[in-house]
Each structure stands twice: as structure tokens, then as C-alpha cells.
């Protein structure tokens, strides 16, 4: 079984560098990564080169679910993970999550938990530095099936989930672009299909936060939040917020 982890990427190569360096490090078994880059000009493209890494080059930022949704397409894993480039993973991430998934048939995405995410996802775990979080996840990454627990929704910096799921339900809702709500949007899908999302309680990673969208203007982020909250009630006729 091969598991390909799709990262998007937007002038992060400074988040870039150290998210697959911990990939790199700790994850066991076959995998693939593929960096979309969002016509990035701070050297990433050559980056991925020198580092050896499958990348696509996109000629402009087109948003976080269209390179998503680009990446997966290129993708030849039986598993799928689309990571945030802000997301520094540790020991055992990926094996523990891989079990969960395949714990039940009707498991549909799985995702971990992080000190930088709303809902109950959020990490209790205390650390004040990357070495103090790689210290504490030989036992907070502990693997540990009575820590798995259905959800409605999981935030999209790190989900992870089979070939199966794209082949019946599709690709992310490119109306979202540049992004938010997307995740919860493919959540929904998901769960209309007959499928169950789980958190893993098992599971770790340190998240920077909203890295991308930092670069906009507080103004237009609010704005496009609130347009995006509008589409996805026009979608579906309900407020998400009812799942955070």
C-alpha cells in the first residue's frame, strides 16, 4: 500500500523545508510527496528540484482547493493525505492514522489533532518549542484505538483518506477558491455518502496556522470567510458552524 501526501504551497518555502524534513523522518512505509506550488517566487520550485521531490508548478496562485485537487489527480497512492505546508508531523503520524482509517470499512477521512485548529481537534498538549513537541510524541503518538473518536467534521490541514472516497464523492468544491470551507464542504460529502469521519486522539503534528492566508489583508480574509460561510449555506441550507 502506497500513501501519497499532497502539500499546496504558496511562498512557504520556509514552512516547506521543514514540514517534509519531518515527513522525511518520521514516516514508515511506502509514500509518495507531490508539492503543488501555487506560482510561488521564493525559490520552491528549485527547491523540490534540488531535494528531489515531484512537484507541479502552477503559472499562478489559483487557491488551496484547486492545487489540492491538482495534486490528487497526480497522485498514485492507494491512500490519500492533503497537508497544510505549515504542518510539522512526528512519530508514528501517519502509521497510527493509516489504522484508523482502515479500522472499518465506513471510515471514510480521518485527521489528527494540533495545537492550531478550532474544534475538537484541539491538542491539550503543552510544548514551547518544535524539540519540545518531537520530545513529547513518542507518548502523546502512542498508538492507542480508544483514542479514535467520531466526529461531524475535521479541518482540512491534514486529512487523510482512501483512493475510494475521490472515486465516489470526487475532488474538493473548487467554488470555494482561494479557500475556507472547502474541508467542511468535503466533510459534509463524505458523511452524505455513508461515511465516518474520526478524530485521532492518537495522533500529534504541530500546526503554524493559517500560513497562507496570513499574506492577505485582514479586511479581505474576513471578507472571504464570510463569502465562503454564504456558499456553503446556499450548498447545503445549513450553518456549518453547527459542527465547531
Known sequence: ???????????????????????????????????????????????????????????????????????????????????NNDIVVSHRWLSNMLACLFAKDSIGIVGPMSNYVSGSQKSELQYSSLEQFHALTPEANRHDPEKWVEVQRLVGFCMVFRRELVERIGLLDERFSPGHYEDDDYCHRAREAGYQLYMCG???????????????????????????????????????????
Open 1 to 83: 500500500m502506497k500513501t501519497s501526501i499532497v502539500i499546496p504551497t504558496y511562498n512557504g518555502l520556509h514552512l516547506l523545508a521543514p514540514c517534509i524534513e519531518s515527513i522525511r523522518r518520521y514516516t514508515a512505509g511506502s509514500y509518495e510527496i507531490i508539492v503543488v506550488d501555487n506560482g510561488s517566487s521564493d525559490g520552491t520550485v528549485q527547491w523540490c528540484r534540488q531535494e528531489a521531490i515531484d512537484f507541479v508548478s502552477l503559472p499562478a496562485n489559483l487557491g488551496f482547493p484547486q492545487a489540492c485537487n491538482i495534486g490528487l489527480q497526480v497522485a498514485s497512492g492507494d491512500v490519500l493525505v492533503l497537508l
Open 202 to 244: 492518537d495522533t500529534h503534528v504541530h500546526h503554524y496556522g493559517s500560513a497562507s492566508f496570513r499574506q492577505n489583508q485582514p479586511e479581505s480574509l474576513q471578507l472571504l470567510i464570510e463569502r465562503n460561510h454564504q456558499l456553503f449555506m446556499e450548498k447545503w441550507g445549513f450553518d456549518p458552524h453547527r459542527y465547531i
